[in-house]
T-cell receptor, first 112, second 112 residues
Framework: DGGITQSPKYLFRKEGQNVTLSCEQN?????MYWYRQDPGQGLRLIYY???????QKGDIAEGYSVSREKKESFPLTVTSAQKNPTAFYLC???????????FGSGTRLTVV | EDQVTQSPEALRLQEGESSSLNCSYT??????LFWYRQDPGKGPEFLFT???AGEEKEKERLKATLTKKESFLHITAPKPEDSATYLC?????????????FGAGTRLFVKA
């Protein structure tokens, strides 16, 4: 079955560490996205990519980085510059933006 | 600033007690309005896309409607398995089609 796989499901980071969240899709979608979800707030866009080797900053890109070397993969790195990284991170993809998104199951990142 | 506001924040229903969730938005000329269902600890699941005022979509006990300033998600005779958070999202014009704005969601609890 086609879908989006995010890993790991839970991730713990020490202060000052960089961590990378994985996102893989087999839907043949061109566009991919990373969102952050905090309690009581709407999803906020971190980065998005329309095609391979191209990506754009979203509304809260500071402290994050991404790459898009393959159509199927869009990993997110949370750097030590992100001061409040504890959150639920969601990866999504779409064939067309007006069709809605397919989301992964999320990664919960906790700073310890 | 474009905004999406969902109400109520939480809704508690008895099984079989029909009700509606509201999503109001300030976007002019939206390119699409989306409804998603999100279960705890999981990624959102796409439900509907609405494109123009007057449009309606149905799926099982759910019916989504759209006016020029708001959308409603009507739940008819809900069951406990309908308990989830329902997210509304809007795709504004002029953003390259990639900056969907999400509301904070309505948490629905259906008691047997």
């Amino acid at each position: 079955d086609g879908g989006i796989t995010q890993s790991p499901k839970y991730l713990f980071r020490k202060e000052g560490q960089n961590v990378t969240l994985s996102c893989e899709q087999n839907l043949n979608h061109d566009a991919m996205y990373w969102y952050r979800q905090d309690p009581g707030q709407g999803l906020r866009l971190i980065y998005y990519s329309q095609i391979v080797n191209d990506f754009q900053k979203g509304d809260i890109a500071e402290g994050y980085s991404v790459s898009r070397e393959k159509k199927e993969s869009f990993p997110l790195t949370v750097t030590s510059a992100q001061k409040n990284p504890t959150a639920f991170y969601l990866c999504a993809s779409s064939i067309l933006t007006t069709y809605g998104y397919t989301f992964g199951s999320g990664t919960r990142l906790t700073v310890v | 600033e474009d905004q999406v506001t969902q109400s109520p924040e939480a809704l508690r229903l008895q099984e079989g007690e029909s009700s509606s969730l509201n999503c109001s938005y300030t976007v002019s000329g939206l390119r699409g309005l989306f409804w998603y269902r999100q279960d705890p600890g999981k990624g959102p699941e796409f439900l509907f896309t609405l494109y123009s005022a007057g449009e309606e979509k149905e799926k099982e006990r759910l019916k989504a409607t759209l006016t020029k300033k708001e959308s409603f998600l009507h739940i008819t005779a809900p069951k406990p398995e309908d308990s989830a958070t329902y997210l509304c999202a809007v795709l504004p014009p002029g953003t390259g089609g990639f900056k969907t704005i999400f509301g904070a969601g309505t948490r629905l609890f259906v008691k047997a």
